[in-house]
T-cell receptor, first 114, second 114 residues
Framework: DTGVSQDPRHKITKRGQNVTFRCDPISEHNRLYWYRQTLGQGPEFLTY????????KSRLLSDRFSAERPKGSFSTLEIQRTEQGDSAMYLC????????????FGPGTRLTVT | GNSVTQMEGPVTLSEEAFLTINCTYTATGYPSLFWYVQYPGEGLQLLLK?????DKGSNKGFEATYRKETTSFHLEKGSVQVSDSAVYFC?????????????FGQGTILTVHP
């Protein structure tokens, strides 16, 4: 078990560009979560999947954000037309359904929008 | 809505000192409560949990008791070590369809000096 991995670890992009992040969860976990963390704050929930189904989306997830988990394994988070306010650390976590609160977090992708 | 408030940091202690990090929450019903820790350069990891009132979670010498009457879940350790230097996050999870969705406090930076 190699833990939750995220790619890339860092991304610098210009305002208006699209970016896509990838998360590979722990293989036996059927739940996958995305959070966003800004400097000095705790993570904020964005969305989560159970297998390939997206079960909940936060109001923080505007129309420019889309997340997928097509085969119930890895997930992607895409941000279209990035804005400077999107600059943050994007965290992915996974868990089993029965222990949903015991989430294993990846190292995060740090996005900087210039 | 649900929210978690942690004591303002950062906290700086000498090795073997007593640690308390305060956490209070606002939520309807009976949430589950957690402490997550983020060591330098690593992802968040679950430190301890309590799922009902008066439960005490404990791990690695840390303890926290779920106090419904004061809506608190303060983290304590009797004798801190340099290796405990990290960021500590208090979090809650409600049941139902949101079970597993974590609401975090803003985090408390702990630095322990030899």
């Amino acid at each position: 078990d190699t833990g939750v991995s995220q790619d890339p670890r860092h991304k610098i992009t210009k305002r208006g560009q699209n970016v896509t992040f990838r998360c590979d969860p722990i293989s036996e976990h059927n739940r996958l979560y995305w959070y966003r963390q800004t400097l000095g704050q705790g993570p904020e929930f964005l969305t989560y999947f159970q297998n390939e189904a997206q079960l909940e989306k936060s109001r923080l997830l505007s129309d420019r954000f889309s997340a997928e988990r097509p085969k119930g394994s890895f997930s992607t988070l895409e941000i279209q037309r990035t804005e400077q306010g999107d600059s943050a650390m994007y965290l992915c976590a996974s868990s089993s359904e029965g222990l949903a609160h015991e989430q294993y977090f990846g190292p995060g992708t740090r996005l900087t929008v210039t | 809505g649900n929210s978690v408030t942690q004591m303002e940091g950062p906290v700086t202690l000498s090795e073997e000192a007593f640690l308390t990090i305060n956490c209070t929450y606002t939520a309807t019903g009976y949430p589950s409560l957690f402490w997550y820790v983020q060591y330098p350069g690593e992802g968040l990891q679950l430190l301890l949990k309590a799922t009902k009132a008066d439960d005490k979670g404990s791990n690695k010498g840390f303890e926290a008791t779920y106090r419904k009457e004061t809506t608190s879940f303060h983290l304590e350790k009797g004798s801190v070590q340099v290796s405990d230097s990290a960021v500590y996050f208090c979090a809650l999870s409600k049941g139902g369809t949101s079970y597993g969705k974590l609401t975090f406090g803003q985090g408390t930076i702990l630095t322990v000096h030899p």
